[in-house]
C-alpha cells in the first residue's frame, strides 16, 4: 500500500485537531461574517464582545455549536484531499520524469488546437470559487518550504510557523468571498438576496462599503493561522504513527526509513 493512505490518515487526524482546538473561533467568526453591520445591543462589536455575548446567553455550548458536523466534515476533506493530493504530485512527477521533452507550452498548444481558448479555461470559474484559499495556501507553503528544506530540515515548529503564514496570506486574498458565501447560505429577504458572488460583492460594496466584506476578519485570520499551523504540525506527527498503524495491521511492508515526507 502506498503512503498516499498515511497522508490521508494524518491529514484527517491534524484536521479533527486543530478544529477542536480552533472552533470557538470559527463560530465567532460565522456569526460576524453574516452580521450586516447593525448598531443594535445584540449585535457583536467585534471578535471579544461576540465572545462574551455568546458565552453569557449560550454557554460554552454555544462556542461549540456544530462541532460534531464540523469534525465529521473535516475529516472527510483532508482525506480525501491529502490522499488525492499526494496521488497527483507522485503522478505528475513521474510524468514529467518520463517525458520532459513535453512543456507546459506544448500540452497548452495541444488544448488550443483541439478546443480552442474556451478548453485553456475549461471550469476556471467554479474552480477559482472552489478553490482558491487552498491554491493559495499550499503554493505559498510549498514555495517557502522548498527553500528552507535547501539549507536545514525542517522541525515540528517550522511546520506550525508555515501553516500559520501561508494560511495568513490566503485568508486575506479569498476572505471577501468567504463573507458573500456566508450570507448566501442562510435565509435572506428578498431585497437582500444575492443572485451570485459577484451580485453579492456589489451589494455589500454598495451598502456597507469595503468594510461590509471583511467582516469579523479578526476572528477569522486569527482562527484561520492557528488552525492551518497545527493542522501541518500535527499531520507531520500523525504521519509517522498511520505509517507504523499501517505496519501493524498488515496493510503496508515495514520500512527502515518512511518514505513521502
Known sequence: MSDNVAHALSGAGGGVVALILTYPLVSISSRLQVQRGGTGKNEYKNTADAFFKILGKEGCKGLYSGLGSGIFGIAITNGVYYYCYEATRLTVRKGVQSDKNQTALSIATDIFQQEGIAGLYAGVGAALALVI????????????????????????????????????????????????KSRMQISQKADEKYTSVLDGLRKILSTEGVKGLYGGLQSK??????????????????????????VLVGARKRLAVPSGK
Open 221 to 246: 485570520i486569527v482562527q484561520s493561522m492557528l488552525t492551518a499551523a497545527f493542522l501541518f504540525m500535527a499531520k507531520e506527527v500523525l504521519f509517522d504513527w498511520s505509517l507504523w498503524m499501517l
Open 133 to 180: 484559499n487552498p491554491i493559495i495556501q499550499y503554493t505559498v507553503f510549498e514555495h517557502i518550504k522548498t527553500k528552507i528544506v535547501k539549507v536545514r530540515a525542517l522541525s515540528s515548529f517550522d511546520f506550525f510557523l508555515l501553516g500559520a503564514f501561508s494560511k495568513l496570506v490566503a485568508t486575506g486574498v479569498s476572505y471577501p468571498y468567504l463573507v458573500v
